[in-house]
């Protein structure tokens, strides 16, 4: 019974050299809202190449949290094998835009002097 518990107990552990669930969960929030806003700057001038924006601001994305690409690749990579962990980021990530989204609706964000939506 020992061993099996023994056994059972590290396998949610996040190996030394893999970003951490709540940096990665940081991480790919941005890495999702980079794509989102590459693909409406291409819908909106045509001379803005998606693709080329899209790795321009995943770049700065990674720089923002003082990672390199290499860092991304291998922690995604072991979460995409610990489907268990990458579930709770991403059911984590779901109620955040849950939680911004119910802020919207109910007036939490307060519109600025500059706002052009007054």
Not at 5 to 33: F, H, T, Y
Not at 53 to 77: A, M, N, R, W
Request: charged content about 25%; glycine content about 6%; proline content about 2%.
């Amino acid at each position: 019974m020992f061993f099996i518990l023994l056994a059972c107990s590290g396998k949610n552990k996040i190996p030394s050299g893999i970003i951490q669930s709540k940096e990665m969960q940081n991480i790919l929030w941005d890495v999702i809202r980079a794509q989102a806003l590459s693909g409406e700057k291409a819908r909106k001038d045509s001379t803005i190449n998606e693709e080329a924006e899209i790795k321009i601001l995943i770049k700065k994305v990674f720089e923002i949290h003082k990672i390199t690409s290499l860092d991304f690749d291998q922690s995604y990579l072991w979460y995409t094998s610990h489907p268990e962990m990458m579930r709770i980021i991403f059911d984590s990530m779901n109620i955040q835009n849950q939680r911004q989204n119910d802020m919207r609706f109910k007036g939490g964000y307060k519109t600025f002097k500059g706002d052009s939506l007054k």
